[in-house]
């Protein structure tokens, strides 16, 4: 078989994602004969392209994914779209707007028939794009949450609620985006820090020339102002109790009231109340039976009840009024001031308070049981931290406002009547036949249906039991047998927005959780620690960097320094990294098939085998424990290490054969399956290399993919004998490095001599010595001779390298010295670690442990240094 001299990713990555597809490997049915791992995508954006977040997200999902699918599980991980109300419909808008069209001079039903040849045009992009970073979901089950099913269970789902009086329809506030116009969740509003001016404005009293002063950010809404508030017990203005003023510009008077909301330390201790533009003087209009004068239109502008400024945007009309209250002489003064603002997560408008009648959903009944079945460890969260900030979020959760003023979404199915009162219901029909019932007369023509449409979280939330038809169907066969799903990965800023959601959607309606782990990965951040976005330009492009390095180079550069719940700080060279590792293996293959085997025997090679065997088992061993705690960084940088460093470092050089001279068969045999073992344990992180190298080692057939292939088991394994072999190799690189630096040529054989009192271990390992080291001979001696060489020490032994140049015994000292320096230091550093208690109790046992093997080596070490030294 003829192996390529370079590994050529694009083309090999585009045959094994067709070869894999075609044989529907990655399609999945349910089967009583196995245990079911289902994932369900976190759905993008209908409108979405790939970006570095979905990079990092949907290489975990896949990594865990494939090792489920080579353990044996029936594994199903069901792909699909979000239709994302808001940003798809923005999209369309603007697509119209560029054909000369507005939304508002076309009828509702054109607007979404164009919403859906957009959708039906661009929205598979990024599904398809996902495929060439190798995601292996079963593309059959693609899911739309506005399929017609979908669409469906949505409905059914809004009824049930409303049936049980967990929706209801009311005027509130709420978060307003004039730009989008449309209501908000909180979740939905990003609050920044903006340098505003605080504007210390002037009241006149009703019925006499005395002012009273009130500092506000937004001079504009004083146009809305119903009344002043004071604190009762601020002694400076007891005076003013039951007394009103005049709202400046407009004269209007209003009432001075007493509530001790009012902080007595800001501004002036004065508060204007504006109830139909904050959510604060909201509540205190309630409390104090204030009116309510609503002086924004929905797109931001002023309206008539302003009375000034009609028609003129918000942020104008600002500046507006503070000339006018200046000129009038009502502005005090003005000051900096750093104020937190909330902006929409769509649009980026700023946000406006706005009272509006809207839907909201009930859940302080709903959320209890999903917050208890997460405190209580029935769903796991991966890093456990999150636990806190979920649990701050469902104990402070507030009734959720699930409508939505946009065309392109569910539409909620309430139906209203001529009188005013409305029905809820699945469809018209049914609608129609309920309100028959107290109206015989009616007919479909005078039912009107809500203009509204659900928030796109009211749909998605229900995407682990709709993709499987649990809603209509729950006792179908495969809600049965893949719900609940397995895991679930995705970004902690949708931990309320999305996660949060699902559960209590699980136990609503299928008494059960969604999922059991929920595995919260980083935001993707630059070298700089910001994150990436396209203002800032520092987001690369994905598929570039796949055209770059190869899929495989770009998941294992994602990985590479990717722990759980941590910020990722991508670096372009992590890729370069991922691509040189694939090379390295390739390189690898070309060396292993280049060689001529025979059937003959070769002793020297036994205990290279059984030591690869071991270390091969304690890794897998290794990396099932990373797996199981989600620590799928350290599990790939295990097997990096594993194959990097022991596989071709080590044992290729312990085993290749001398130039131009065979291999014994039973050793190329082994090293064919460890070469096997380790692509299996690599497949998950890196599918494309892995297979192409799969098929390469030999002969396969059609269906005997690694893909499909099954996960290595840990088999036994001594540390005793690892320990053996580390030690072996760390003299090894000490006779590399001595060479180096007496310039002694490597292709010299040179002799050594080694104190040791443990003998076994170097003959049990001197053919490698001898080979790895190139010597002519190995002596074992009571006292380092007085030849010429140059001295070293490993741990606790004593070794004399016969390099060609002989050393200077002062400069031997200094050496001795030196080196002995370091490790006092070396030992100093790791025993204040293993002193720190946080450290020992918190970290990983194999960490803890790798420490304390750290400081027995130092220690042992400082004692053949201090011996050595002691004979000089």
Not at 627 to 635: T, V
């Amino acid at each position: 078989m003829s192996i390529s001299p370079k590994y050529q990713p694009r083309q090999i990555e585009s045959k094994w994602y067709e070869y894999w597809t075609e044989r529907r490997f990655f399609n999945s049915k349910p089967n009583p004969e196995k245990q079911p791992y289902a994932i369900v995508i976190p759905p993008p954006n209908v409108t979405g392209v790939l970006h570095m977040g979905h990079m990092l997200n949907n290489t975990i999902q896949d990594v865990l994914i494939r090792k489920a699918r080579m353990e044996g599980k029936e594994a199903c991980w069901v792909p699909g779209t979000d239709h994302a109300s808001i940003a798809t419909e923005a999209k369309v808008v603007a697509m119209l707007k560029a054909q000369g069209i507005d939304k508002r001079n076309i009828s509702r039903d054109a607007f979404v028939e164009h919403a859906w040849d957009w959708t039906h045009k661009y929205g598979g992009i990024i599904l398809e794009q996902l495929k060439k970073l190798g995601a292996s979901c079963d593309w059959e089950r693609t899911s739309f949450t506005m399929n017609d099913q979908y669409y469906q269970d949505v409905v059914k789902v809004f009824v049930d609620l409303h049936n049980k009086g967990l929706i209801y329809r009311g005027v509130r506030m709420v978060n307003w985006d004039p730009v989008g116009q449309t209501a908000l969740s909180d979740e939905e509003v990003n609050h920044r820090e903006v340098k505003s001016q605080l504007y210390f404005v002037r009241y006149f009293l009703e019925d006499s020339d005395e002012t009273i002063t009130i500092a506000t950010t937004r001079p504009e809404t004083i146009l809305g102002d119903t009344a002043v508030c004071i604190n009762p017990n601020d002694q400076r203005y007891t005076h003013l109790k039951g007394r009103k003023v005049r709202v400046p510009l407009i004269n209007r008077v209003i009432p001075i009231i007493e509530d001790e909301y009012v902080s007595m330390e800001f501004g002036t201790g004065c508060l204007k109340v504006t109830p139909a533009h904050d959510l604060n003087d909201y509540e205190l209009g309630i409390k104090h039976n204030l009116e309510r004068i609503e002086i924004l239109n929905d797109d931001g502008t002023l309206n008539e009840k302003a009375q000034r400024y009609i028609g003129t945007d918000r942020f104008e009309a600002r500046n507006l009024i503070v000339k006018d209250l200046e000129d009038s002489g009502h502005l005090e003064k003005t000051e900096d001031y750093i104020n937190n603002v909330g902006f929409s997560e769509r649009t980026d408008a700023v946000i406006e308070p706005k009272l509006s009648m809207q839907w909201f959903m009930k859940m302080e009944q709903l959320s209890k049981p999903a917050l208890d079945h997460v405190l209580n460890g029935d769903i796991r969260f991966y890093p456990a931290k999150f636990i806190n900030t979920y649990r701050h979020w469902m104990e402070n959760i507030r009734d959720w406002c699930i409508s939505r003023q946009l065309w392109w979404g569910h539409r909620i199915p309430a139906y209203y009547l001529p009188d005013g009162s409305y029905i809820v219901a699945e469809s018209q029909d049914d609608a129609l036949q309920i309100a028959r019932k107290k109206h015989p007369g009616l007919t479909s023509n005078d039912l009107r249906q809500e203009e509204d449409v659900l928030d796109t979280w009211a749909s998605s939330w229900l995407w682990p039991i709709a993709v499987f038809n649990g809603i209509s169907d729950p006792d179908n066969e495969e809600i049965q047998y893949y719900y609940p799903t397995m895991d679930l990965v995705t970004a902690p800023e949708i931990l309320f927005f999305w996660v949060a959601r699902m559960i209590i959607a699980g136990y609503e309606f299928r008494n059960d959780k969604p999922f059991k782990n929920v595995y919260l990965t980083g935001i993707v951040r630059d070298k700089k620690r910001r994150k990436m976005s396209k203002s800032l330009g520092n987001s690369p492009d994905p598929l570039e960097l796949i055209e770059q390095y190869g899929a495989d180079g770009v998941r294992t550069g994602m990985l590479f320094s990717s722990p759980a719940g941590n910020d990722l700080l991508f670096d372009e060279k992590l890729c370069e990294q991922g691509r040189n590792f694939a090379n390295k293996i390739w390189n690898a293959l070309r060396l292993v098939k280049g060689w001529e085997v025979e059937d003959i025997d070769d002793p020297g090679n036994r205990q290279a085998v059984i030591w690869f065997d071991h270390r091969c088992n304690q890794a897998i061993e290794e990396i099932e424990d990373h797996f199981a705690k989600f620590r799928i960084s350290d599990a790939l940088i295990t097997i990096y290490k594993l194959i990097w460093d022991d596989f071709c470092s080590w044992y290729l050089e312990m085993v290749k054969p001398a130039y131009q001279k065979p291999i014994d068969a039973a050793t190329y045999k082994s090293t064919i399956g460890f070469f096997e073992r380790l692509m299996k344990l690599l497949h998950p992180f890196m599918p494309f290399i892995t297979e192409e190298v799969w098929h390469s080692l030999d002969q396969r057939s059609d269906n005997d993919c690694i893909t499909v292939s099954q996960w290595p088991a840990a088999g036994d394994y001594r540390t005793d004998l690892l320990k053996q072999v580390e030690k072996v190799f760390e003299v090894v690189s000490q006779i590399r490095h001595t060479r180096t630096q007496s310039q002694t040529p490597v292709r010299d054989k040179i002799g050594l001599y080694i104190r040791t009192s443990n003998q076994d271990t170097y003959q049990a390992y001197q053919p490698t010595l001898l080979k790895l080291g190139n010597l002519s001979q190995v002596q074992y001696v009571d006292g380092i001779p007085e030849s010429t060489g140059t001295t070293f020490v490993v741990r606790d032994d004593e070794f004399l390298l016969e390099t060609s140049n002989q050393s200077d015994p002062e400069q031997d000292r200094l050496q001795l010295e030196k080196e002995l320096e370091y490790t006092r230091g070396f030992l100093a550093t790791v025993e204040k670690k293993l002193s720190n208690k946080r450290f020992v109790d918190n970290a990983p046992e194999q960490v803890v442990n790798n420490e304390r093997k750290k400081k027995e080596d130092a220690e042992a070490k400082i004692r053949t240094l201090e011996a050595s030294l002691g004979k000089r």
